[in-house]
């Protein structure tokens, strides 16, 4: 891990400028990343509670690892690290001198637009905008921005915890240029991450299959089936996966696997998802009436530590 400068060449220039919009746990995951990784990071939201919520995640993350990588010295690990973040409420100025925008702010398609036309007008004609989008549609988002910008536009989604989660989905749209492409790959890269690329389609790769098969096992809870421990027990031991569907529900959110089907039930027929899988399930929608979000709400399917306000995700 290197605290210095060094950014990724592209044919129409260097980026070593990272803006990030929204101080959530995806936003600070991927300011951390970036920092880590030796971009000169800026993280924007609009409040400064919401930044401060952000960096207390990041400097969390750090001592973390920290503790592996830097056992003598966590405080001056996270602090070389710490020091390659700034902060600030100001969007345009946020964004005056950077190569590369990703945004991570509430998955709301007009608030989303509104950001990225506003940014059209500030950022430099070089620069790459990108969306953390989980459910959204990147050509929509992009609509907003002229059309020299749709082609340096272009989905990047990444996965929780952002500094262990190896993946990076890169989302082209029929707009986007080779060159924004490569050049995101090669940022991804650089920040220790696995490119995949996909096209704007419901859910790309991973919640395009991990989605239905969350839904289905509140379903098979829902009926009487079986615990939500024996099925996270079952997928664990006999599925090979790192946590079961229940825990990583709580883990992500039980709100943002209920938005993300509310999307596509909309969208319905379209990324050949059928009704069937995304019908309302009425267990789902009551917990988080209840306001039983997971992790982020500190109850869940099961009763979960509550990590930190989350005003963004
Ligand atoms: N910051 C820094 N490092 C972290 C971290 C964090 N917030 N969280 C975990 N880590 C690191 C640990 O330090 C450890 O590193 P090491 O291997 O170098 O020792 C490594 O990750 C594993 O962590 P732990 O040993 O503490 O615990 P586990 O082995 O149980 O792993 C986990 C934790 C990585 C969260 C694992 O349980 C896992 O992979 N779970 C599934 C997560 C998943 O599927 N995420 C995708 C969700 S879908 C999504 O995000 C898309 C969105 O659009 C909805």
């Known amino acids: 891990v ?3 400068i060094r950014g990724v060449s592209s044919r129409s220039g260097k980026v070593e400028k990272l803006t990030v919009f929204g101080a959530g746990l995806m936003g600070a995951g991927i300011a951390q990343v970036g920092a880590q990784n030796g971009f ?3 993280l924007s939201d609009v409040t400064d509670k919401a930044l401060q919520n952000g960096l207390n995640i990041i400097s969390k993350s750090l001592s973390r690892i920290g503790k592996k990588t830097q056992p003598d010295d966590v405080e001056g690990f996270t602090k070389g690290i710490m020091d390659n973040i700034s902060t600030t409420t100001d969007a345009g100025e946020a964004v005056e001198e950077a190569d590369l925008v990703v945004e991570a702010i509430i ?3 007009k608030i989303k637009r509104d950001l990225f036309g ?3 007008t500030k950022a430099k004609a070089g620069c790459i905008f990108a969306s953390n989008t989980s459910s959204l549609s990147i050509t929509e988002i992009a609509q907003s921005c002229s059309t020299e910008r749709q082609m340096r536009f272009a989905g990047l989604h990444f996965f929780n915890p952002v500094p262990a989660m190896k993946l990076v989905e890169i989302v082209r749209t ?3 240029s080779d060159e924004t492409y490569e050049t995101l790959r090669s940022i991804t890269e650089q920040m220790g991450k696995s490119p995949v690329t996909c096209k704007d389609t419901p859910g790309f ?3 395009r299959l991990l989605i239905p098969y969350l839904l289905d096992a509140i379903r098979m809870v829902e009926r009487g089936d079986a615990t939500p421990e024996d099925v996270d027990k079952a997928m664990e031991l006999g599925g090979g996966y790192p946590m079961g569907p229940f825990k990583l529900l ?3 959110g039980l709100d943002t696997a209920s938005y993300i089907a509310q999307g596509w039930r909309e969208k319905s027929g379209s990324g050949g998802i059928s009704e069937e899988v995304v019908k309302p399930i009425p267990l789902l929608d009551r917990l ?3 306001g039983k979000m997971g992790r982020k709400s500190g109850k869940g399917f099961y009763d979960v530590p509550k990590l930190f306000n989350s005003p963004t995700f």
Do not use: A, M, Q, R
């Open 288 to 290: 988080v009436k209840e």
């Open 107 to 109: 998955e709301s398609l």
């Open 205 to 207: 790769i991973v919640n």
């Open 2 to 4: 290197s605290s210095g």
């Open 40 to 42: 000169k990071v800026i």
């Open 250 to 252: 709580d883990f992500v």
């Open 118 to 120: 506003y940014l059209d």
């Open 174 to 176: 029929t707009h986007t």
